[in-house]
């Protein structure tokens, strides 16, 4: 299938010129390489167009009547050589020296765009396919790549040999030939940027027919099954069928348009050649230019369109490419939705004290999540949320990392607003194993150690045995050095979970939070863990959600959240003795166990 990039027309309303504009730091950290490759470019051009000029010298000896006279003009041929050698010795260097200012361009604007999607917010990010976006980025840092290709290797190349034959033409010979090639240069441009922009739609119309093809043929395949169940292969077929005759128009019609853009170019350039000849021939019969001239100008004007003859591939590449900068320059202007305040301290002397004063939230427009939520948690307590599914408990535990900006109220550690200091201090002091612990395609070691790069072995083998893993860990062939694969996947939820408790443990922030963090965990494996996570959050603020409550009997405060608001609040005995919501879900999950139990 076709890449995507080539399916639609690149869309207008850009800012080329802010665009080019912002390539230039890039390039000029490197002015002097760059100012290397445009000498070499430019000699490479002074020796390419010097080839003409002393091919006409060696054709006017030769040519002279007496023969007898002349010697083999040695120097001229050497030097014919030498321009040769010359031009492709310097177009070698240009290459060599620039390719570093690309590719150095290229890397730091990737590393650039990179950082400021980590930068963007959580929301940003759960609202687009991570594969698009790196698409784009792979894309956008090409296109920079390639401006600067097309730049350096055929724009500005082909405008420097424009100059030095302007000069050479209007230096040596009549106005007439530099007019009559330039103009043709000027219909040929044209000429070719029209046909190639209505020629343009298509090939779009072709590639787009292309993918739609694929796309049908994809999808009849993937539902092999209900094509057979429902006995359409002729339909599927004959759908495939519809999309390929418009194709083969398309294809045709841009096959065909070709020649006639091919033709059209030949054509002028013939016309051109044919006047230039006409006077040439006239200049040598009346004695005002050598055979060497003749020659000359005909090949001055023939060299000038080689380089033209890409125009077209280039005014599309062109065309592609702008949009795809455009692309990136756009993503990076995407303004971050959470900023550090321009003030922003790094949170200090953290005890551990967490306050929510009226809190609301909401995701996106009305749908409120969290209302007026506020309590208070003492340094070294444990604060267990429970609720339905839904009701907002991960939402809030997601606030307290600031992934979003609350709607109202404050959130306060240690009396610091959260929205006043900095992200990083107060991302260090936190630490989550989240509701679904997604690794990455790393080895357990890399994952543990992430909470803490640097770590010590012993450190991550008393996190590891804290959480319970280390013996399952050493019983692995590869031990520590085990694959997880793709986000974890090659491990279960519940050996999953304990990484992720063995990663906190490591990280040893002063506030734990622990979202069902031992949900998928059969209750012995579940009673040890806790057991050690008792004695890890003694010197904690924990904040825990659970289901089972009896893993949170003994929370010194128990929130009930239901759809978004506390409904109860107090200790296990408070909250049995008020016979609520709690008291009902904690019956209910008793009947539950004592049913197991049976
Ligand atoms: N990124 C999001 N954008 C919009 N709505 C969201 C987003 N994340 C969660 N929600 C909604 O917010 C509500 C609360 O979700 P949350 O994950 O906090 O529930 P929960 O109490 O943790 O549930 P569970 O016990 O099932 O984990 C849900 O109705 C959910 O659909
Ligand atoms: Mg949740």
Redesign the pocket.
């Known amino acids: 299938m076709l890449p995507s990039k080539y399916t639609s027309a690149p869309k207008g309303g850009r800012k080329d010129i802010r665009n080019l504009k912002r390539i230039f730091p890039y390039i000029w950290e490197y002015r002097g390489r760059v100012l290397i490759a445009l000498l070499s470019l430019v000699l490479s051009k002074v020796a390419i167009v010097g080839i003409p000029l002393v091919f006409k010298e060696i054709i006017d000896i030769l040519d002279q009547s007496d023969k007898s006279v002349i010697a083999i003009p040695i120097s001229l041929f050497l030097l014919y050589g030498f321009l040769r050698l010359s031009g492709s010795l310097f177009n070698e260097v240009r290459d060599a020296v620039f390719s570093r200012v690309r590719y150095r361009a290229m890397r730091r604007l990737s590393n650039k765009v990179l950082t400021h999607l980590h930068n963007l917010s959580l929301?940003y990010h759960?609202e687009r396919r991570t594969g698009n976006v790196i698409r784009d980025l792979e894309r956008g840092t090409n296109s920079v790549s390639q401006i600067l290709n097309y730049m350096v290797f055929n724009i500005v190349p082909t405008f420097a040999e424009f100059i030095l034959v302007a000069f050479i033409l209007l230096g040596q010979y009549e106005a007439k030939f530099a007019i009559i090639t330039f103009s043709t240069v000027a219909i040929y441009v044209v000429f070719t940027l029209l046909v190639t922009e209505w020629r343009m739609h298509y090939r779009h119309k072709m590639n787009e027919l292309d993918s739609k093809a694929n796309g049908q043929a994809v999808d009849s395949l993937i539902n092999y099954e209900t094509v057979k169940y429902f006995n359409n292969e002729i339909f599927e077929v004959k759908r495939y069928d519809t999309t390929l005759t418009d194709w083969e128009d398309s294809a045709v019609k841009s096959t065909t348009s070709m020649s006639i853009l091919n033709f059209g170019q030949g054509a002028i350039i013939a016309v051109g050649l044919t006047f230039i000849m006409i006077y040439a021939g006239q200049g040598v019969i009346d004695g005002k230019m050598t055979l060497g001239d003749l020659v000359l100008v005909n090949t001055m004007m023939l060299q000038l369109f080689i380089p033209l003859g890409f125009l077209g591939i280039i005014y599309r590449m062109l065309k592609y490419t702008l949009a795809d900068m455009d692309m990136v320059f756009n993503l990076l202007d995407e303004k971050p939705e959470i900023i550090n305040s321009t003030n922003g301290k790094a949170l200090h002397h953290i005890n551990g004290e967490i306050q929510f004063e009226h809190v609301d939230f909401s995701?996106?427009g009305d749908r409120k999540?969290l209302h007026d939520i506020s309590f208070t948690v003492k340094p070294g307590q444990k604060l267990a949320i429970v609720?339905?599914?839904?009701?907002?408990?991960?939402?809030?535990a997601r606030l307290l990392f600031r992934f979003y900006e609350i709607n109202g109220g404050r959130i306060l550690y240690d009396d610091q607003d959260i929205s006043q200091v900095t992200q990083e201090s107060l991302r260090q002091a936190i630490g989550i194993v989240p509701?679904d612990t997604v690794l990455f395609n790393e080895t357990i070691l890399y994952n543990i150690e992430y909470a803490k790069p640097g770590a010590t072995h012993e450190e991550i083998i008393r996190a590891a045995k804290l959480a319970n893993i280390h013996e399952f860990i050493n019983a692995l062939p590869d031990g520590y050095n085990t694959a997880v694969g793709e986000r974890g996947l090659k491990l279960s939820g519940g050996e999953k979970q304990r990484i992720a408790i063995a990663r906190v443990i490591l990280k040893g922030s002063p506030i734990l939070i622990f979202?069902?963090a031992t949900s998928s965990l059969d209750s012995q494996s579940e009673k040890m863990i806790l057991e050690a996570l008792s004695s890890v959050a003694q010197t904690h603020t924990t904040l825990v959600?659970a289901?089972r409550l009896s893993t949170i009997t003994d929370s010194d405060q128990i929130l009930v959240?239901e759809q978004g608001r506390i409904i109860e609040q107090g200790t296990h005995q408070i909250l049995l003795a008020k016979n609520g919501l709690y008291a009902d879900m904690w019956a209910l999950q008793l009947q539950e166990s004592g049913n197991e139990k049976d």
Do not use: A, P
């Not at 609720?387 to 809030?396: F, I, N, V, W, Y």
């Open positions: 929301r759960l995701y996106q999540i609720g339905h599914s839904g009701s907002g408990k991960s939402t809030l509701q979202d069902e959600i289901h959240l």
